[in-house]
DNA sequence: CGATTTAACTTGCATAAAGCAAGTTACTAT
DNA sequence: ATAGTAACTTGCTTTATGCAAGTTAAATCG
């Protein structure tokens, strides 16, 4: 699993595929917690591999996997703190497509705004949206 | 190719993958320019993945080729300014790795250290060490 | 209470991408 | 002229991704 002693190639041997910072999005940016919510991403990914994807994320613990109370058939996905930490990963992908936008990208103009003000807020705030739930 | 109007999804069609932001760190934070180069890293890419790799690259504009003049047989590999501008993604990979070491990393502590102090700062001059290749 | 939905998966099979070893071509150095 | 080097390509094997269908347990509906 680790190709190397690098920092970044530790990172991506984490998240360097298509689809784990896409799952890190959909808890992190839009509140998603169960496992069908993030089968319904924009970018459709299969069951099964959204299945391997959890399960890999997991186990590099950046989120975790419990059931739910209120319905036993449901599991909740949350980001552990690691996984929180991706956060300004994520931002700087948002900034590079903004800045190299193709034409038809759907960038968040505010959070374009708000990284140019003051980043260090914009990611305490989206911190403290995910620690809180309010989506 | 564009699975979604996402701008995180649309940075991972481009570099979703384990060997795409590899060689952009050698391009990038090694000042590796040749093939045989980037060859020489320390994950060890297979030659015909790096070549299809760097085709890709090229053809995200995130890098050129170019004839060295000095020699014909080698080709010399550029970031664009698109490609420069993935250093802070680089470095927010670092930065994470660096706070969830495993224990076995090489994390460049000067320029943890220097990212905390002034990150604008920093990554003005990574960038400048590329244009004037001073590796 | 039994029948239908829903949630979270798994399984089997097809296709695409990654990895390995060897070979090729053009140029440079000896 | 000969040997080496740089930048690849080719053929083959292995692994990962993707699709469609199926399974299980729990919740909801009539």
């Given at each position: 699993?680790?190709?190397?002693?690098?920092?970044?190639?530790?990172?991506?041997?984490?998240l360097?595929?298509?689809?784990?910072l896409l799952?890190i999005r959909?808890?992190?940016l839009?509140?998603?917690?169960?496992?069908?919510?993030?089968?319904?991403?924009?970018?459709?990914?299969?069951?099964?591999?959204?299945?391997?994807?959890?399960?890999?994320?997991?186990?590099?613990?950046?989120?975790?996997?419990?059931?739910?109370?209120?319905?036993?058939?449901?599991?909740?996905?949350?980001?552990?703190?690691?996984?929180?930490?991706l956060l300004p990963i994520l931002l700087e992908m948002i900034l590079w497509s903004a800045k190299h936008?193709?034409?038809?990208l759907?960038i968040?103009?505010?959070?374009?705004?708000?990284a140019?003000?003051?980043?260090?807020?914009?990611?305490?705030?989206?911190?403290?949206?995910?620690?809180?739930?309010?989506?």
């Open positions: 699993m680790n190709r190397s002693d690098c920092p970044i190639s530790n990172a991506l041997d984490h360097g595929d298509k689809w784990s799952i959909d808890l992190a839009f509140g998603k917690r169960s496992y069908s919510a993030l089968q319904g991403s924009a970018e459709g990914i299969a069951t099964n591999i959204l299945s391997s994807r959890l399960a890999s994320l997991e186990a590099s613990q950046l989120l975790t996997k419990a059931p739910d109370p209120a319905d036993k058939r449901r599991q909740i996905y949350r980001l552990t703190e690691a996984g929180k930490d936008n193709p034409g038809d759907a968040p103009d505010d959070l374009v705004q708000m140019a003000n003051d980043r260090a807020g914009l990611l305490a705030r989206l911190r403290e949206r995910i620690d809180s739930d309010s989506f």
